[in-house]
Structure formats: structure tokens, C-alpha cells
T-cell receptor, first 114, second 115 residues
Framework: KQEVTQIPAALSVPEGENLVLNCSFT??????LQWFRQDPGKGLTSLLL?????REQTSGRLNASLDKSSGRSTLYIAASQPGDSATYLC?????????????FGKGTRLHILP | EPEVTQTPSHQVTQMGQEVILRCVPI?????FYWYRQILGQKVEFLVS????????KSEIFDDQFSVERPDGSNFTLKIRSTKLEDSAMYFC?????????????FGEGSWLTVV
């Protein structure tokens, strides 16, 4: 059974710092991995999608890496801003049917201190 | 940018009542999903829907739950007889090619409170 774990559960850093959020998954037979952002009481916004054949994806100040064989992904946020404060969720899709579910981690609550 | 829309944003219902949560997926998407998130817990998969039928469902999705695509635009989740433990944020999602292809897009959620 696939389990997704995110460390740390919460993180507070001063504005301007670079930071790394970690995600690990127990079954390396994934099709892709997505990072989402969730603001309090809000929906999920997809930030980056990495296919299993890829090693990283970049979007603006965000860079996500994937090491499928070791079951790990990182989300790197450069030059953090107060607006980056949110919960960041990692989710994996199994290597199965096209309409398969995705399995989420519990998230990392990020607080950027002004 | 196209988005998944959900109604209502918040509903309070008495235990044992029926609830219907509504969703309008992105128009050219073919795969539809419901997920839920109990306060403080992980986002959990409930059901996936493709080609007018359920393609996969979780253990949570028991006989009290049903989904329907009554017309070409709406996708609904019905809970027949709500229980206290059904209190959660329910997210609708859609994808053009399924979770193993393109990005899944989530709605803002419907917060259900069962009292």
C-alpha cells in the first residue's frame, strides 16, 4: 500500500530565505508526482507535476525534484515571500490505469515571517 | 484560466439527512473525482468517474455514497443518510487524461458539517 510522508509537518522561516520541503513515498512504482498548495479553508492548487521519467520541474521560484528509485521528492522555494505561506501537499499517482487515484501526504504547513 | 466550481461552499445538515454536493468540472475534461479532507487529516480519495461510470472507489465510498453526471456539465456527490463522521471538506476534481497523464484540477471544496 502506497504511503506518502512529508517532513517537516510545519516550518517557519524568515522572508527571503530559500527552503526545501521533503516528500517520501513507499512504493516507487509511481506514474507521476504532484505538488499542491492549499491555503486555509481553500482548495488545492497544482504547482508542479513531475512525470516518473523526469528528474525535475521548475516554475518561477519553485523547483521540484524526483528520485523515483529512492522514493523521494523535494520542493525547493527560492527567496521565500510572506505570500508563500500555505500548506504544501505532495501526491503520487500509481503506475496503473489512466483514471487512477492520487495519494496525498499530510502536507507541510509553511509560515514565512515578514 | 478554466476552473472546477463547486456548490455549496458550506452546508450544515442534520444527521440522517441527504446531501447533494455539486460540481462543474472543466469543460473538456473526461475524468472526474471526489476527494475529501477531514479537518487536520490527509486528503483522501473517494471515487473516480469516467465514461459515465465509476472506475474506482475507496473503502470510504460505501452504499451511502453515490455519484452522478446528470447532464453534460454537472457532476454530483450524494450522501444518502449523513453521519457525524461525514463532516469534512469535499473536493471535486477533473482531469483531461486521468491522474497518470495531465494535472488534476481541484475545486475550492464544499465544507460539510453534520450536526
Amino acid at each position: 500500500k502506497q504511503e506518502v510522508t512529508q517532513i517537516p509537518a510545519a516550518l517557519s522561516v524568515p522572508e527571503g530565505e530559500n527552503l526545501v520541503l521533503n516528500c517520501s513515498f513507499t512504493d516507487s512504482a509511481i506514474y507521476n508526482l504532484q505538488w499542491f498548495r492549499q491555503d486555509p479553508g481553500k482548495g488545492l492548487t497544482s504547482l508542479l507535476l513531475i512525470q516518473s521519467s523526469q528528474r525535475e520541474q521548475t516554475s518561477g521560484r519553485l523547483n521540484a525534484s524526483l528520485d523515483k528509485s529512492s522514493g523521494r521528492s523535494t520542493l525547493y522555494i527560492a527567496a521565500s515571500q510572506p505570500g508563500d505561506s500555505a500548506t504544501y501537499l505532495c501526491a503520487v499517482s500509481r503506475n496503473k490505469n489512466r483514471d487512477d487515484k492520487i495519494i496525498f501526504g499530510k502536507g507541510t504547513r509553511l509560515h514565512i515571517l515578514p | 484560466e478554466p476552473e472546477v466550481t463547486q456548490t455549496p461552499s458550506h452546508q450544515v445538515t442534520q444527521m440522517g439527512q441527504e446531501v447533494i454536493l455539486r460540481c462543474v468540472p472543466i469543460s473538456n475534461h473526461l475524468y472526474f473525482y471526489w476527494y475529501r479532507q477531514i479537518l487536520g487529516q490527509k486528503v483522501e480519495f473517494l471515487v473516480s468517474f469516467y465514461n459515465n461510470e465509476i472506475s474506482e472507489k475507496s473503502e470510504i465510498f460505501d452504499d451511502q455514497f453515490s455519484v452522478e453526471r446528470p447532464d453534460g456539465s454537472n457532476f454530483t456527490l450524494k450522501i444518502r443518510s449523513t453521519k457525524l463522521e461525514d463532516s469534512a471538506m469535499y473536493f471535486c476534481a477533473s482531469s483531461e487524461t486521468g491522474s497518470t497523464g495531465n494535472t488534476i484540477y481541484f475545486g475550492e471544496g464544499s465544507w460539510l458539517t453534520v450536526v
